[in-house]
């Protein structure tokens, strides 16, 4: 089956505590992953998505593949290792009330992806392929993988699209910088928040910048700005959209959700600005739940996601 979208990464089993975990006390298991994360948000708003990974042949892996089956997302092309495990996430409450993640993925199923794991789920086409900075700081293996795939599909007619997404626990990012630069070419959409665009793109400000990615080939450049909205940079000019106000109860993941809202978007045919609209819905109602998808919408729900404060959706 062709996808309308391609996704390639490590999903990873999620261990969410209440508070410290060196208290213990109540936790809640999930599942994240930067590329899962937009598949099952493209997956709930319509498009047929499909995810292409490793995971081990152990319980995690089953609660990960049960997890995105559940949510309509292909999975028909996942390797299982039973040399490897799969990955996983703590997450806990530092002192001071913030957030922190505790990785557990050296030497795990998705470590070592290879483009001839991900080389099936490309080969069934997809009209755009959405890869992380992430995947390519796992080991040289998974940076091959998406290498490969990015070319195969720019040489198919597809859309590319890249997400910075430096994760400073993975790498630093002089590395990220010296890894992502060379995919650029074949990036058609470059994500990243404002202080993620030095990383691929030398210059004195972020204008420079974006000429500098524009130069290298990409075609449309969105920067994230959090509460501030979101920037478009494109052929035609830029502008900005400001981000939809909404009670934050989990900020983790919003990113993701922004990304897939553009995505949808484009699947869609939207103009650049309806486009940038409905990454930041998706990303207010990401933040607006715990948890990195359990509250993104449906397809019918989008419209209640722009409702004024106090408004009912009848």
């Known amino acids: 089956m062709r996808a309308d979208v391609l996704t390639i990464g490590e999903a990873m089993a999620t261990v969410r505590c209440a508070g410290p975990l060196r208290l213990g006390g109540d936790s809640r298991v999930s599942v994240s992953g930067a590329e899962a994360n937009v598949a099952i948000a493209l997956s709930r708003l319509g498009h047929a998505t499909r995810w292409a990974s490793a995971v081990g042949n152990d319980e995690p892996g089953e609660l990960i593949l049960r997890t995105l089956r559940a949510e309509g997302v292909l999975t028909d092309h996942i390797v299982r290792r039973a040399d490897a495990s799969t990955g996983l996430l703590l997450r806990d409450v530092a002192p001071g009330g913030r957030a922190r993640v505790h990785y557990y993925r050296k030497d795990s199923a998705a ?43 720019r040489r198919t007619g597809a859309w590319v699209s890249l997400d910075v997404n430096h994760r400073s626990l993975l790498w ?35 204008r420079d910048r974006v000429a500098g990615l524009r130069d ?33 109860v989990d900020v983790v993941g919003a990113g993701d959700a922004f990304t897939a809202g553009y995505l949808s978007g484009r699947l869609d045919g939207l103009d650049a600005y309806g486009r940038l609209e409905r990454a930041t819905l998706l990303g207010a109602a990401c933040v607006a739940c715990a948890g990195d998808w359990e509250g993104l919408p449906t397809r019918a729900e989008l419209s209640a996601l722009a409702l004024r404060d106090g408004e009912t959706l009848r």
């Open 111 to 153: 470590s070592a992806l290879s483009w001839e794991d991900v080389h099936p789920a490309v080969d069934a086409g997809q009209a755009g392929l959405h890869l992380t900075g992430i995947t390519a700081a796992l080991g040289p293996a998974p940076l091959a993988a998406i290498s490969a795939a990015a070319a195969h599909a």
């Open 172 to 206: 630093t990012r002089d590395a990220a910088a010296r890894t992502l630069r060379p995919l650029l070419p074949y990036v058609t959409v470059l994500i990243a928040s404002d202080d993620e665009l030095a990383i691929v793109a030398e210059g004195d400000g972020e």
């Open 216 to 248: 290298a080939g990409v075609e449309e450049v969105i920067v994230k700005r959090g509460a501030a909205g979101a920037s478009f940079y494109g052929v035609r000019g830029s502008f900005d959209v400001p981000a939809l106000a909404v009670p934050v």
